[in-house]
T-cell receptor, first 116, second 116 residues
Framework: DAGVIQSPRHEVTEMGQEVTLRCKPISGHDYLFWYRQTMMRGLELLIYFNNNVPIDDSGMPEDRFSAKMPNASFSTLKIQPSEPRDSAVYFC??????????????FGSGTRLTVV | AQSVAQPEDQVNVAEGNPLTVKCTYS??????LFWYVQYPNRGLQFLLK??????LVKGSYGFEAEFNKSQTSFHLKKPSALVSDSALYFCAVRPPIKAAGNKLTFGGGTRVLVKP
C-alpha cells in the first residue's frame, strides 16, 4: 500500500483565496483525521470521519474551514477565504478501529500551507 | 476528558547515552497509549503502543516504553541513543471506552537532539 497520500505537498496562496487540500487514506481504513500543526499550537485535531461520516468537527477553527469525505478513498479540507494565520502544516491520517493488533494512525506526509 | 503531558520541550543527549522522553496522562479507566516520532518534513510515524498485558512494551528502532499505572506515566526509552534518533516525539492516549471512538489525544511533543 502506498500509505496515506496528501496533495499538494506545498501550497502558497494569497490571502482571500480558496485553498483545497486533498487526502487519500489507506484502503480499508474506515477512520480519517485532519490535523493542523504549528509551532505555537502544536498538533491540533480539526475533524475526523468514520465511514465517510463526520464524527467530531469541534476542532475546526471557524466557518472558513470545511471538510468533506464523499467516498471511502478521498477527503478534502477547504479554507475559504484563507488568511495568513492559517499558515501551517496540515496532516491527514487514517486508521482501522484502535483495538487489538492495530497500529494506530498512519499519517500522510502533510501539506505545508503558506498564506501571504 | 483525557489529557497528555510531555513536560520537556527538548531533551539533549550524547550519542551512546540512554534516552528518556517523559509522558504522563490523565484518563478514566485503563488507557490505550501510543508513541509517535516525526522526522523533519515528514508525517508522524508509529513507534509503539500499550493496550494491555506486559507493562514494558518494545517498539521500532530499539525504543521501549514502560506503562506505570500508579504514576500514570508512559515514558519512552532507548538504552543507547543515535544521532539519527533526533526528531520530535509525541505521546498519545485514548480512553478504553467505545464513546471515545478512534480519537487520540496527543501531547505537545518533545524535541530530541542527539549530539555526536
Amino acid at each position: 500500500d502506498a500509505g496515506v497520500i496528501q496533495s499538494p505537498r506545498h501550497e502558497v496562496t494569497e490571502m482571500g483565496q480558496e485553498v483545497t487540500l486533498r487526502c487519500k487514506p489507506i484502503s480499508g481504513h474506515d477512520y480519517l483525521f485532519w490535523y493542523r500543526q504549528t509551532m505555537m499550537r502544536g498538533l491540533e485535531l480539526l475533524i475526523y470521519f468514520n465511514n465517510n461520516v463526520p464524527i467530531d468537527d469541534s476542532g475546526m477553527p471557524e466557518d472558513r474551514f470545511s471538510a468533506k469525505m464523499p467516498n471511502a478513498s478521498f477527503s478534502t479540507l477547504k479554507i475559504q477565504p484563507s488568511e495568513p494565520r492559517d499558515s501551517a502544516v496540515y496532516f491527514c491520517a487514517s486508521s482501522l478501529p484502535l483495538i487489538g493488533a492495530n497500529y494506530g494512525y498512519t499519517f500522510g506526509s502533510g501539506t505545508r500551507l503558506t498564506v501571504v | 476528558a483525557q489529557s497528555v503531558a510531555q513536560p520537556e520541550d527538548q531533551v539533549n543527549v550524547a550519542e551512546g547515552n540512554p534516552l528518556t522522553v517523559k509522558c504522563t496522562y490523565s484518563v478514566s479507566g485503563n488507557p490505550y497509549l501510543f508513541w509517535y516520532v516525526q522526522y523533519p518534513n515528514r508525517g508522524l510515524q508509529f513507534l509503539l503502543k500499550y493496550i494491555t498485558g506486559d507493562n514494558l512494551v518494545k517498539g521500532s528502532y530499539g525504543f521501549e516504553a514502560e506503562f506505570n499505572k500508579s504514576q500514570t506515566s508512559f515514558h519512552l526509552k532507548k538504552p543507547s541513543a543515535l544521532v539519527s534518533d533526533s526528531a520530535l516525539y509525541f505521546c498519545a492516549v485514548r480512553p478504553p471506552i467505545k464513546a471515545a471512538g478512534n480519537k487520540l489525544t496527543f501531547g505537545g511533543g518533545t524535541r530530541v537532539l542527539v549530539k555526536p
